[in-house]
């Protein structure tokens, strides 16, 4: 069974700051990899995804995320922070076996919050 | 011009009622899925449909029975209504069924009960 790990259910940082959110998974198969971030009373939209390319993977408002297979981490980074990233980031794995529907299994979140 | 469309956004309703929850998507999509998302927040997926074919049905009540009329639609019915079943229902849709293929979510149903 595949699971994804969340480090940290709470991070702050200060505005212009580094971010990095952690996360690790267990899967027997390469997986496929998923940053998802959940705004106040929204649906959840898709930051970046690893499919098996390059293992340095941009996303949309700056994030980026390295998949590292040895230490089984997808964590996600955005080297300056800004108000508007404050909001609740979910890491999510999904089985690379295909026909069985993208079933994702999420981590428990990570709420991130920026100071001034 | 809303993607993936549930309504309705707030649902209060008494234990022991019968509701249903509509979910359109204009994606051309072929797969949708529901999920739930308690109050910790995590998220958990209860059912996926692709093209009205029912592909995953997690661990989940029989009251829930989800209802796919056609591949733009995926509405969620919920029977006898109980207390645990407050959450936020989230409705998604994903080009296809392959693990790689990103998942499109709604805005969520807020669904408490009293």
Redesign the interface.
């Known amino acids: 069974a595949q699971s994804v790990t969340q480090l940290g259910s709470h991070v702050s940082v200060s505005e212009g700051a580094l971010v990095l959110l952690r996360c690790n998974y267990s899967s027997s198969v390469p997986?496929?990899l998923?940053w998802?971030v959940?705004y106040p009373?929204?649906?959840?939209?898709?930051l970046l995804?690893y499919?098996?390319a390059a293992t340095l993977v941009k996303g949309i408002n700056g994030f980026e995320a390295e998949f590292k297979k040895s230490e089984t981490s997808f964590h996600l980074t955005k080297p300056s922070a800004h108000m508007s990233d404050a909001a609740?980031y979910?890491c999510a794995v999904?089985?690379?076996?295909?026909?069985?529907?993208?079933?994702?299994?999420?981590g428990?979140?990570t709420q991130l919050k920026v100071e001034l | 011009d809303t993607a993936?469309s549930q309504t309705p956004k707030y649902l209060v309703t008494q234990m022991g009622n019968d509701k249903s929850i509509k979910c359109e998507q204009n994606l051309g999509h072929d797969?949708m899925?529901w999920?739930k998302q308690d109050s910790?927040?995590?998220?958990?997926?209860m059912f996926?449909y692709?093209n009205k074919e029912l592909?995953?049905n997690e661990t989940v009540p029989n009251r829930f029975s989800p209802k796919s009329p056609d591949k733009a639609h995926l509405n969620l019915h919920i029977n006898s209504l109980e207390l645990g079943d407050s959450a936020v229902y989230?409705c998604?849709s994903?080009p296809?069924?392959?693990?790689?293929?990103?998942?499109?979510?709604?805005?969520?149903t807020r669904l408490t009960v009293v």
């Open positions: 997986p496929y998923f998802y959940q009373n929204q649906g959840l939209q898709l995804k499919t098996s609740e979910f999904s089985d690379p076996k295909a026909g069985g529907g993208n079933k994702l299994t999420f428990t979140g | 993936v797969t899925y999920y910790k927040k995590f998220l958990k997926i996926s692709n592909i995953i989230f998604a994903s296809g069924r392959r693990g790689n293929t990103e998942a499109f979510f709604g805005q969520g």
